[in-house]
Every structure is written in C-alpha cells, then in structure tokens.
C-alpha cells in the first residue's frame, strides 16, 4: 500500500514537472533568410516560434538569453489581451529557461542590467536567473542595474514622501539596502554614463559620480528644469527613457518643466554639461575646470560636442512639460574655448516655434536643420550663408541630415547618395529623402524604394536597408549578402534579431562577414 502511494507520489511529481517544462513550448527550426553572394549560397536564420505573438523582446548578449514577453490580441484584433508571459529563453542551450504568467497593467516584468524583475505597483520582485523563482521582493523602484557588481540603484517608496531623493543601493542577490545617498529627481534622470566597473555618472539636476560598491562620489549642481505654479503629476524622464523600474513620481503643487539640459559629454579631456544658465568643464575628479554663463531665458534641451579645440552648443528650442515635448526657450548655437571657456561665437533665433533638430559643421560653416527650414551660418564672419524654407505639407516636417546615411545600389555595389559636399540630404516624415544643391533648392525627392538607409556600421560591414531586405556591405561599397528583414531588426554583438508575430529570429553575422 505504501509502495503503491509512493509510486502515485512520484509520478504525480513528474507530471508536475512535466507541465512546468512543456507550459512554454518554442519551435525550432532553421530557416531561408538571404543570400551570401561571396560564398554563393544561402542565409541559414535560426526560427524560434513562441506560442503566442512576440510583445517586445530584449537580448542579453553577456548571459546569452532573450527575455521574451508574449502577449496575444482580442479576436477583434483591437486590443492586447489583459495576460500573457515572460519567458527567459537560453539561447546557448536553445530551451525556456522558465516562464512566468503576466497580468497586465497590474504587473509587468523586465530584464534589467541581464537580471530579471517583476513589477508592480510600488513594489519590485527579483527573479531566480535559473528557474524564476521569486527571491526577494522590495519597495525600492530600481533606475539602474549592473550585472557584474550586483548592484541596483533606485528610490524607495515612501507614501508619505513619494518624490523622496533618497537613493539607495540595493544588493540584488538579496535585496538588502547597501548604501544611501541624497540625489536630487525634481526634475527626472536625463542620462547615465558608465564611466569603469564600478563607477557610474548621473545626470539628474547636475552630475552625480556613484561608487556602485558603497555610494560615494562628487557631484555637482546644475539647473536642468524648471518649477511653474501649479498641479501636475509629473513622470520622471529617467523612468520613460530608461524603461525600467519606475513608477509615477507626484510632485504637488508643481508643473514641472524638464530635460533643459544637454548630452554628458565624457572624454579624455573631461566632462562637458550645458544646463539652464551654464556650460561647465570638470575633470574627471568632478573638480570644475570652467564655467560660463549662458542666457537663462533661452537655454532648452541641447547637443554638446567638442571639435578641433571648441565645444559646440546647439540649443533646440524643445523642453518637455510633464513629459510632454513641447517648444521652450529658443534656439541658438554657441562655441567655446575648450581650455578655457572663452565664448568664441554665439547666434541665436528668434522665430516662435521653432524647433532645432540636427546640424553639422563643416570646416568654419555650420548647417542648421529646423523643423521648416535649412540655415547655412559662418562661424568666421557671424552671417547667415543661406536660408531656405519648406513648404511643410509638400515637404513634410524636416527630421535630420542624411548625408552619409542614404545610398544608391548599382550592381553589386553600394554608393553614396551624396556625391558632392556641396549637396545636402535630409529625411522628412514623409519618409522620403530630400536632395538640394549648395543653394539649398530641391533638385530630388527620393521616395522610400529609391534608396538604402543605413542602420547599422559595424568595423567590418555596413548594413543598409530597403522595402524588406538588408544589404550587407564592406566599406568599399561591395554586396556581400541580402537578408530578408524588417526595419526593426536589432543588432547585438554579432548576432542579428528580428520579431514577427509569434516568431524570433536570430542571424549570425560572423558566417557571412569574411
């Protein structure tokens, strides 16, 4: 009798286990992608086919897993369906490592610095890499996470202080808090820059450097948003650029403007921040190495770089309201001594809305790309070269310079759309690429099928796109291969990724690159 119950026992175990490793079924199978024209042969694309239709997705390359989030469609095809899953498949082993049911919008799951998370709201649970399990689970919304010290960084819940800047440390394998540090989010995380191992640099109302072992570091205080009177619930920018572990930060009493500040701008010459009001040089020490003023009332997002001894300032215009973009400030460009800060041009517009969207420099010219119109500046002599306006419902709105992102195919080879530097491209939200001559007239409209849009260059190869193919090319223009794929494809490490409905495909780069 008791063998006969233990026997039930056990195969009632088995068949438990059985369900658990069979609850996620992924076909596989290798299909046709392309063609190696060097080899002369086929693309070989490993097909991974979920049961239910492919979400979103993201790569570990580190750890060699896809996080896999499915979620399927009403009959009607109107609306996701309110459950799905997570599932983290091992793409070395090519099996579920594990997969955990989701109920959407109360809860969602991510994989964060290669580690998994379950969220909800005003709570995060660790996930167990191998099976899934939930390890711990905690108030502390993480905003980063690295892998390799085992460390996140985030806010805490506090009901009675929701838009505290206590930022803590967490230990992921355990969830322990590890360190604390005050770090101001009135205005949201504008950018991290992983500076070594274990060091980490913050943007978020001036710069913060964190010691990720134990939170120490410099910071230093910058304007990069504003408060208006007011009520507003205000989502931090860290929370929408970074997608990860946040949640809604209320700020009362508080309309909120955000993200007046530029790109950190890190080098073997120092650190570069523009913000409201300044632009300031730090050493790697955090140590201000200059500091000049900048007119408050025009100052909005903007792009720092450094070019032949100066720094460039392009203010776009833009700002956002409660995570809304909207126009703010005005546009301008401005240079800079790099060894000291001495102004060495500045030029500023004055049109209402208007938005500054790309700009290039060439020698001691700069072009300027608004949403409307084109403006060609001299650096040397303070005048505007040339300017021309669109017509926005013939043109559609101007997005970027595409000059060296658009070619041509002839034969098997790629070319450069723009030949002459005296010529300008640019894309439009038409999707259409406009060419004009050195006096900036239209003298072509090239629609989407008439030219290859790079995506990606890595060392060895290009990789360009058109209508459902991806051209892979050498740098001297030489086709190499042809891969069937979408726009959206993802490149990672060597490896290419694409979703489509229920199917993940995976393409490896290295057996065709020679």
Same mark, same amino acid.
């Given at each position: ?334 240079? *800079?001594?790099?060894? /000291?800060?001495?102004? =060495?041009?500045? %030029?500023?517009?004055?049109? &209402?809305? +208007? !938005? ?50 658009? *070619?041509?195919?002839? /034969?098997?080879?790629? =070319?450069?759309? %723009?030949?002459?530097?005296? &010529?300008? +491209? !640019? ?68 490896? +290419? ?18």
């Amino acid at each position: 009798m008791n063998k006969f119950r233990f026997t039930l026992i056990c195969l009632f175990f088995a068949s438990v286990m059985q369900a658990q490793q069979n609850d996620i079924v992924v076909i596989i199978r290798p299909v046709t992608q392309g063609y190696d024209y060097v080899k002369s042969a086929d693309i070989q694309a490993t097909e991974y086919m979920f049961p239910e239709r492919i979400d979103a997705f993201e790569i570990d390359e580190m750890d060699g897993v896809a996080a896999v989030q499915l979620r399927g469609v009403s009959k009607n095809g109107k609306s996701l369906n309110k459950s799905g899953d997570f599932v983290l498949y091992d793409l070395k082993t090519q099996m579920p490592r594990w997969s955990k049911k989701i109920n959407f919008p109360e809860e969602n799951a991510t994989l964060t610095g290669g580690r998994p998370f379950l969220l909800k709201p005003y709570s995060v649970t660790a996930l167990d890499e191998a099976t899934g399990a939930e390890k711990w689970t905690g108030k502390t919304q993480i905003f980063y996470a690295d892998k390799k010290t085992g460390t996140g960084v985030g806010y805490k819940f506090n009901s009675l202080n929701p838009a505290s800047d206590n930022l803590e440390g967490i230990d992921l394998n355990n969830g322990n808090t590890i360190w604390k540090r005050n770090l101001d989010r009135t205005y949201g995380w504008n950018d991290i820059t992983k500076i070594n191992d274990s060091l980490i640099l913050i943007t978020s109302g001036g710069l913060y450097a964190i010691n990720l072992k134990n939170g120490l570091g410099w910071d230093y205080k910058a304007h990069t948003g504003k408060k208006q009177t007011g009520e507003a619930v205000a989502r931090g920018l860290g929370s929408v650029m970074l997608g990860v572990l946040t949640g809604v930060t209320v700020i009362p009493n508080v309309d909120v403007i955000t993200g007046i500040v530029s790109n950190t701008l890190s080098d073997s010459t120092g650190i570069y921040l523009a913000s409201a009001g300044q632009i300031g040089r730090l050493n790697s020490n955090g140590t201000e190495i200059w500091t000049t003023q900048l007119p408050k009332d025009l100052c909005s997002a903007s792009a720092v770089y450094r070019k032949n001894g100066n720094i460039y300032l392009i203010n776009k215009g833009i700002a956002y309201e409660n995570g809304n973009m909207r126009e703010y400030g005005r546009p301008f460009v401005a240079v *800079f001594n790099e060894m /000291d800060g001495a102004q =060495v041009y500045f %030029r500023s517009f004055d049109e &209402k809305k +208007l !938005i500054l969207n790309d700009f290039e420099v060439q020698g001691d010219t700069i072009n300027l790309l608004f949403h409307n119109k084109i403006v060609q500046l001299s650096l040397k002599t303070d005048t505007v070269l040339s300017e021309k306006s669109f017509d926005l419902k013939n043109s559609g709105y101007l997005y970027s310079f595409a000059n060296d992102k658009t *070619f041509f195919q002839q /034969d098997d080879t790629f =070319v450069p759309a %723009r030949q002459n530097r005296s &010529k300008y +491209l !640019i894309t439009t939200s038409t999707g259409n690429v406009l060419i004009l001559n050195d006096k900036m007239e239209t003298e072509q409209k090239l629609t989407t099928g008439e030219f290859h849009k790079k995506l990606f260059e890595s060392p060895t190869c290009k990789l360009l796109y058109k209508e459902g193919s991806l051209a892979v090319v050498s740098h001297d223009g030489k086709r190499l291969a042809e891969i069937k794929t979408s726009p959206k494809v993802l490149l990672k490490g060597s490896k +290419l990724y694409e979703a489509v409905d229920k199917v993940l495909r995976e393409i490896e780069l290295d057996d065709i690159i020679p």
